[in-house]
């Protein structure tokens, strides 16, 4: 009888180590991650999303610190009923590179980190890409964790959305005021008239209160808030205007150096 004989013959199997077994079931459930995180980023670019990552959250702070008064206001609107120089406003004052880039501005991640080396402030250098998958997907804070995963649904993201559908989906989500969410819901409450309607210098004071939604105000917008909105009116003339977001291969402009408010 041949050394495996007794083993086959009563029918038994060797006995996998408890480092293979956890290393089996840690891939079971990469794969199950991957899985159904792909075929949500594939879903929702066809589909609406009924909800974000964030609204959940800010939903969930106000119900623990007793905001009785809070009501998260969310709209979705399609593309075809969003003035297009909401999304220019947006791109002009958040991600210029929008168009070019593949879910990354890479310059302006290098400039944040020379300055940060420099002694200066850390400031942002997410675009829009990246916003939307933070703001559908993850939570607020900062963590490497969460960086991490940022650029994983970034990346998923930019592999399966065209760049129309992710600029539908940011001005759709983006935060613009407490409980605020999306241009529709923004324009009706500060403008009293639908996304379709924004005027340029409207679409302005929006993307201008996008690095701090609720401590600024577009309907009452401070000085700075007023020169930001300025700033951003001038860039998007100097971007071309609206064809910069409805032409699929827009020329890459000449614009003055990026500006980061995250």
């Known amino acids: ?92 004052g958040e991600d210029q590179t929008f168009p070019f880039n593949h879910g990354f501005d890479v310059a302006s991640i290098r400039s944040a980190i020379d300055a940060a080396e420099a002694g200066g402030h850390l400031r942002g250098a997410s675009t829009i890409t990246q916003q939307v998958a933070r703001n559908l997907f993850l939570w607020g804070g900062r963590s490497f964790v969460r960086k991490g995963l940022e650029a994983y649904f970034t990346v998923l993201i930019d592999l399966t959305w065209p760049k129309r559908r992710v600029l539908e989906v940011y001005a759709n989500i983006a935060e613009l005021g407490d409980g605020i969410y999306g241009v529709e819901a923004a324009s009706q409450a500060y403008f009293q008239e639908p996304a379709s309607r924004l005027s340029a210098h409207q679409a302005a004071l929006l993307a201008a209160v996008l690095p701090d939604p609720r401590g600024w105000h577009a309907d009452r917008p401070s000085p700075y808030v007023l020169r930001r909105a300025a700033w951003i009116e001038q860039q998007m003339r100097q971007l071309g205007g609206v064809a910069y977001v409805l032409d699929p291969h827009p020329p890459r402009p000449r614009v003055e150096e990026r500006r980061r408010r995250r």
């Open 1 to 92: 009888m041949t050394a495996a004989g007794p083993a086959a013959a009563g029918g038994r199997q060797p006995r996998r180590s408890p480092g293979r077994r956890i290393a089996r079931a840690a891939l079971r459930l990469l794969l199950a991650f991957l899985a159904i995180t792909w075929f949500a980023v594939l879903a929702l670019r066809f589909v609406p999303p009924l909800t974000s990552a964030y609204m959940i959250e800010r939903r969930i702070g106000a119900l623990l610190h007793g905001e009785r008064d809070f009501r998260l206001r969310y709209r979705w609107v399609p593309w075809s009923r969003i003035a297009p120089v909401a999304p220019l406003a947006m791109v002009a």
